[in-house]
């Protein structure tokens, strides 16, 4: 009032205000949403530094844990920052035990029993390794003949493991399932680049 007095106008300053404190309250909400959902993932044990997470499109380790984002590395080396507001679905795969599938393409003509042989061979030798054996949480199993593919017939082995620990064991498991179709004789169906 006085400064109307005065003679000064103060709506449009009044107006900017209210503009601006709309403009701050919509700041601050996408801030206490980032702040309680890092609170919410901390709480709830969802993810840790260390911990190998998908979230969208992106997986990588987690390198740092904060209430407003986390810092995600991914196997390219490319760092992202996630705002913990904008994770609404995430995948751990460090939690618990994980398992990895290794799928083994063979020309079809091949007789399925002697394939399943060599593949239960493979799975038993793997298991004996004192070396894989310690990496696994139970024997490979053989899941046999899983489907048809492009003039393939595809076997399968599933490895289960500690979480996020299948890879070396897929190689190992590819690498034997190669080596002992080939010493039978059976040539696996590699993949050709185009």
């Known amino acids: 009032m006085i400064l109307q007095t005065l003679g000064l106008n103060i709506m449009p300053a009044l107006a900017s ?6 403009a701050l ?6 801030l206490v949403k980032d702040v309680i959902s890092g609170i919410f993932l901390m709480l709830e044990d969802q993810l840790g530094v260390g911990d190998y997470i998908d979230v969208g499109e992106i997986s990588g ?9 986390t810092r995600i590395r991914d196997d390219s ?8 507001g904008e994770i609404v679905t995430l995948g751990n795969r460090t939690q618990g035990w994980s398992s990895g599938t290794v799928e083994i393409p ?26 894989w054996h310690e990496q696994m949480l139970e024997p490979p199993t053989v899941l046999g003949l899983t489907r048809f593919e492009a003039g ?20 190992e498991v590819r690498t034997r399932a190669v080596s002992a179709l080939q010493a039978a004789g059976i040539k696996a169906i590699l993949p050709t680049l185009a």
């Not at 309250?25 to 996408?30: D, I, P, T």
């Open 152 to 171: 393939q017939a595809i076997y399968a082995v599933v490895v289960k493991c500690p979480g996020n620990k299948q890879w070396a064991l897929e190689r």
């Open 61 to 69: 380790t987690v390198l740092s844990l904060a209430l407003r984002a």
């Open 106 to 131: 063979v020309n079809p003509n091949e007789n399925p029993q002697t394939i399943l042989g060599l593949l239960v061979g493979v799975a038993k030798d793997l298991d004996e390794d004192e070396q």
């Open 77 to 84: 080396g490319e760092i992202w920052y996630i705002r913990n």
């Open 17 to 22: 205000a209210g503009i601006g404190g709309i």
């Open 25 to 30: 309250g919509f700041g601050a909400q996408s």
